[in-house]
């Protein structure tokens, strides 16, 4: 029951413009067990994770509103099973050398047979972090990211939306989950991708994004990159 916002502006904006957003995805979407938020940083991904409800997360007022970047890409958790809400779990997971970040809502199918493979590398319970580990393997063997992030589904299989960002600005999301498609439109001067709260109906615009134009579901993997496909 996972949610994830993609962002894009083409000039740095701080973390609280996009903040009226996120607060309506994380009502709408029950997202309440867990959030995390990525951006780009200069040559490296900035990451903070907070294992409860975005609104009692102190770190919001006290610095990350003001946090300015040009991309940024939000998680909120709920996941199945509630005995994995601990910060360890908490999404989005970021390799040591900060390099890229990635986030999943759905369940991976074959996570149990693939688990032993990462377990060493594994510091919670959740499927997601499998995949995490799987991708970082992916991307040193020299995968590009999309072809990493569609290879890596096709191992785990199951129902998936996941979201990329690198330090060098891929910011790529994957949608093979029919119960909760994620979108892509604009919004202002934002390009936007997001999951519709795992409702079929137009709510996510309806309750969150009334301003959107130019809407379209996304298809496998696609980049979030401001022109592209317009």
């Given amino acids: 029951m996972c949610e994830i916002v993609a ?25 309440s067990f ?27 007022q006290a610095g990350l509103l003001e946090v300015r970047s040009t991309h940024f ?45 990462y377990v060493s590398r594994l510091h919670g319970k959740a499927d997601s972090e499998v995949g995490f580990r799987m991708l970082e393997d992916l991307l040193a063997e ?14 785990l299989g199951g129902r998936a939306n996941i979201g990329y960002l690198s330090s060098r600005g891929d910011l790529l999301v994957f949608n093979a989950y029919p119960q909760n498609r ?21 709510s996510l615009f309806d309750l969150v994004f009334p301003e959107a134009t130019d809407r379209r579901q996304v298809a496998g993997v696609e980049a979030v990159t401001v022109g592209v496909g317009r």
Avoid at 87 to 113: I, K, W, Y
Avoid at 142 to 154: F, I
Avoid at 182 to 202: I, K, N, Y
């Fill in 182 to 202: 994620m979108w892509r439109f604009r919004s202002g001067e934002a390009e936007v991708a997001a999951t519709e709260l795992h409702s079929s109906d137009d």
């Fill in 142 to 155: 020299g995968r590009a990211p999309a072809d990493a992030v569609s290879e890596l589904h096709k191992l």
């Fill in 34 to 60: 867990g959030w995390g938020v990525a951006w780009l940083d200069g040559g490296r991904v900035g990451c903070h994770r907070f294992p409860g409800r975005m609104k009692e997360d102190p770190y919001v």
């Fill in 73 to 117: 890409l939000v998680h909120f958790r709920r996941p199945n099973k509630l005995s994995t809400v601990q910060l360890a779990d908490t999404q989005p997971f970021r390799d040591a050398a900060h390099m890229f970040v990635f986030c999943h809502n759905g369940s991976f199918a074959r996570e149990p047979e693939f688990r032993p493979r």
């Fill in 7 to 31: 962002v894009h502006w083409r000039s740095r904006r701080p973390f609280g413009e996009l903040l009226p957003w996120a607060e309506k995805v994380e009502h709408y979407g029950l997202g």
